[in-house]
C-alpha cells in the first residue's frame, strides 16, 4: 500500500519557469490537499478538493492551480515560477472532511526557485 | 479564525528521559479534534496521537500521552523513556469537527533533539 506519492522530490526552477507536482494516492480517499511549509512556519494549506471535479482555494493559493479529475490524482501547477514560491510542498488526503479525519501525507517535494 | 501556537521552537531530551511539548490554541467551537503529527528527517509527517476534545480523558499511545486541558486550551505532548528515533520535528494541530470543517490548521513546530 503505497499512501500518497509525490513527485518529484526535488526541483529547481528559474523565475518565470512553470511545473507541476504530481501527488497520486491509493487509499480512496475523497479528500485531497496541499500544504506548503516555510522554515519556522507551520503548514499553509494551498488548495484542497472534496472530490473529482471539486477544487477550492486555501490559505495561499495565489500562483498556483490545481484539478482533480480522478479521485486518485491532485496535482499542483506553479505558473511563472517566483523566488516567493521556494518552499518544501506536501500532498495530503484524507477519508472525509470532518474532524476525526487523519491526514496521511506524502514525502514532501522540495522546490527551490532561483 | 483558530490559532495553534508553538511557543518552544526546539527542545532536547537525554535518551530515556521523559520531555513535554507545549502547544495552545485559539477557538471558539466546543468540538473539535486536536492532533500530534511527527516530522522526522525524511519529511514524510505521521500521526502520532489524537484527542477528542468532547472526551476528557487524555489519550495515550505506547511512550505518548497528552495532557489535554480544555479550559486552559492546552493540549502539551509527553513522550516518556525517549528514544534516538524520536528525533523529529512535532506539530500540534486543530481541526473541527464538522464535516465542513476540512481545514487543519498547524502551529509552527518545535524541533526535539535527542542526545544519546
Known amino acids: 500500500n503505497a499512501g500518497v506519492t509525490q513527485t518529484p522530490k526535488f526541483r529547481i526552477l528559474k523565475i518565470g519557469q512553470s511545473m507541476t507536482l504530481q501527488c497520486t494516492q491509493d487509499?480512496?480517499?475523497?479528500?485531497m490537499y496541499w500544504y506548503r511549509q516555510d522554515p519556522g512556519m507551520g503548514l499553509k494549506l494551498i488548495y484542497y478538493?472534496?472530490?473529482?471535479?471539486?477544487?477550492d482555494k486555501g490559505e495561499v493559493p495565489n500562483g498556483y492551480n490545481v484539478s482533480r479529475s480522478t479521485t486518485e490524482d491532485f496535482p499542483l501547477r506553479l505558473e511563472l515560477a517566483a523566488p516567493s514560491q521556494t518552499s518544501v510542498y506536501f500532498c495530503?488526503?484524507?477519508?472525509?472532511?470532518?474532524?476525526?479525519?487523519?491526514?496521511?501525507f506524502g514525502a514532501g517535494s522540495r522546490l527551490t526557485v532561483l | 479564525a483558530q490559532t495553534v501556537t508553538q511557543s518552544q521552537p526546539e527542545m532536547s531530551v537525554q535518551e530515556a528521559e521523559t520531555v513535554t511539548l507545549s502547544c495552545t490554541y485559539d477557538?471558539?467551537?466546543?468540538?473539535?479534534?486536536l492532533f500530534w503529527y511527527k516530522q522526522p528527517p525524511s519529511r514524510q509527517m505521521i500521526l502520532v496521537i489524537r484527542?477528542?476534545?468532547?472526551?476528557?480523558q487524555n489519550a495515550t499511545e505506547n511512550r505518548f500521552s497528552v495532557n489535554f486541558q480544555k479550559a486552559a486550551k492546552s493540549f502539551s505532548l509527553k513522550i516518556s523513556d525517549s528514544q534516538l528515533g524520536d528525533a523529529a520535528m512535532y506539530f500540534c494541530?486543530?481541526?473541527?469537527?464538522?464535516?465542513?470543517?476540512?481545514?487543519?490548521?498547524f502551529g509552527a513546530g518545535t524541533r526535539l533533539f535527542v542526545k544519546a
Open positions: 495530503a488526503s484524507s477519508p472525509g472532511g470532518g474532524g476525526a479525519n487523519v491526514l496521511t
Open positions: 487509499m480512496n480517499h475523497n479528500y
Open positions: 478538493s472534496v472530490g473529482a471535479g471539486i477544487t
Open positions: 477557538t471558539s467551537e466546543s468540538d473539535y479534534y
Open positions: 484527542q477528542e476534545a468532547y472526551k476528557q
Open positions: 494541530a486543530y481541526r473541527s469537527v464538522n464535516t465542513g470543517g476540512f481545514k487543519t490548521i
